[in-house]
């Protein structure tokens, strides 16, 4: 079965770290590059970040220099070390891929603006929630 399952989220106070993670299964995930995605109360679905098959890895300015983004080919996981969060941070997390994965279910696609233009993005995961409160 084609997954995407999120983890990691959960209740921290502003300038907490979160450590977010993806467990792919089902699909060659080393050919995918890969990209967290966020729906927030305030601004909607926006892409938050991505690394790409040879591991370049790009950031929305709301997250740079307090955000990594990695991936564990032989382990099928991508992660997102996040420091310094902000209440604007608050959102339920999604890892997404750039092209559709065959046999993936109960997929949504956006088109997002990324640092690289605009792609789609594919995503079926039930993510994660992050809160960011005092």
């Known amino acids: 079965e084609v997954q995407l399952v999120e983890s990691g989220g959960g209740l921290v106070q502003p300038g907490g770290s979160l450590r977010l993670s993806c467990a792919a299964s089902?699909?060659?995930?080393?050919?995918?590059?890969m990209n967290w995605v966020r729906q927030t109360p305030g601004k909607g679905l926006e892409w938050v970040s991505g690394?790409?098959?040879?591991?370049?890895?790009y950031y929305a300015d709301f997250v740079k220099g307090r955000s990594t983004i990695s991936r564990d080919n032989a382990m099928m996981t991508l992660h997102l070390q996040m420091h310094n969060l902000r209440t604007e941070d608050t959102g339920v997390y999604y890892c997404?891929?750039?092209?559709?994965?065959?046999?993936?279910?109960?997929?949504?696609?956006?088109?997002?603006?990324?640092?690289?233009?605009?792609?789609?993005?594919?995503?079926w995961g039930q993510g994660t929630q992050v809160t960011v409160s005092s």
């Open positions: 997404a891929t750039e092209e559709y994965v065959p046999g993936a279910r109960g997929v949504s696609a956006a088109r997002m603006q990324t640092v690289r233009g605009w792609s789609a993005m594919y995503y």
């Open positions: 690394i790409n098959s040879v591991n370049s890895t």
């Open positions: 089902g699909f060659t995930f080393s050919a995918y590059d």
